[in-house]
């Protein structure tokens, strides 16, 4: 059961392979490799990974196994679509992550395609949300991990409250103009 911020970093994967796609059939690797690289570190890391990380391990028991399958499914399947799309531009190191992880060679594997699965976020609206908390709790010298007692957040963001509520350890979400109490 994929949530909507599985679909969110599914639609930005497939942004990136089109963009890869295009840039690799003019024989330009430098522009493909950069946004590969930001895509992991800033988009992936940063926010996916922080919000879904608590659904895979689920140590409370707040998410259904259908919702657990589906972050390890949608990490699982970033992971392998990255894997590809760097093979043109790092062969040796992708070939050996591949094998060891998938026991196959990523080089006679076919191109990856778009999953198809769109979300009504943006990468702009993940960013815009966490950067506003983690400024709150860094401006007010909170942990990242300490609890905030509410934050009212804008409608759009509904679709993902349980885990922003999870990550940023937020007992109370309402909606309207962006604040925290």
Same mark, same amino acid.
């Given at each position: 059961e994929l949530r909507n911020i599985d679909k969110w970093i599914l639609s930005e994967m497939d942004k990136l392979v089109v963009l890869a796609d295009d840039s690799y059939n003019k024989y330009d690797f430098h522009v493909p490799a950069t946004k590969i690289k930001h895509f992991l570190w800033e988009t992936l890391a940063s926010h996916y990974l922080e919000l879904a990380k608590k659904r895979v391990y689920d140590d409370a028991n707040l998410f259904s196994e259908e919702e657990k399958n589906g972050a390890v499914y949608t990490l699982n399947t970033v992971l392998q679509t990255l894997l590809k799309l760097w093979a !043109?531009?790092?062969?040796? *190191? #992708?070939?050996?992550?591949?094998? @060891?992880?998938?026991? %196959? @060679?990523? /080089?006679? *594997?076919?191109?990856?395609?778009? #999953?198809?699965? #769109?979300?009504?976020? #943006?990468?702009?609206?993940?960013?815009?949300?966490?950067?506003?908390?983690?400024? /709150?709790?860094? @401006?007010?010298?909170?942990?990242?991990? @300490? !609890?905030?007692?509410?934050l009212t957040m804008?409608?759009?963001?509904?679709?993902?409250?349980? %885990?922003?509520?999870?990550? /940023?350890?937020? !007992?109370?979400?309402?909606?309207?103009?962006?604040k925290i109490e």
């Open positions: !043109p531009v790092i062969p040796v *190191l #992708t070939y050996k992550v591949y094998r @060891d992880l998938y026991n %196959d @060679d990523i /080089h006679f *594997l076919e191109y990856p395609t778009q #999953t198809g699965i #769109t979300s009504e976020l #943006t990468k702009a609206d993940v960013e815009e949300l966490n950067g506003f908390i983690w400024k /709150h709790k860094k @401006d007010n010298g909170i942990s990242l991990k @300490d !609890p905030i007692k509410k804008p409608e759009k963001y509904k679709s993902i409250e349980k %885990d922003i509520s999870i990550m /940023h350890n937020i !007992p109370e979400i309402i909606y309207g103009e962006l």
